[in-house]
């Protein structure tokens, strides 16, 4: 593995290096960047609406 400085949202970047081990076929280049970066997606969690909780007793 070679050590690449990486500051980008990116699966692969950990504390602020690139942990990608062996890289793979180009599949999104955007020109812009890293051609392996994919941005990190938060997952979000449904929101409970105001009417439907249930008081506690």
Do not use: F
Request: aromatic share 6%; net charge negative.
């Amino acid at each position: 593995m070679s050590i690449i400085q990486c500051d980008e949202d990116c699966i692969y970047q950990r504390d602020g290096y690139c942990s990608l081990e062996m890289p793979s076929a180009i599949t999104n280049y955007t020109g812009d960047g890293c051609v392996h970066c994919i941005k990190v997606t938060p997952r979000v969690r449904p929101e409970t609406p105001v009417n439907d909780v249930q008081p506690r007793v």
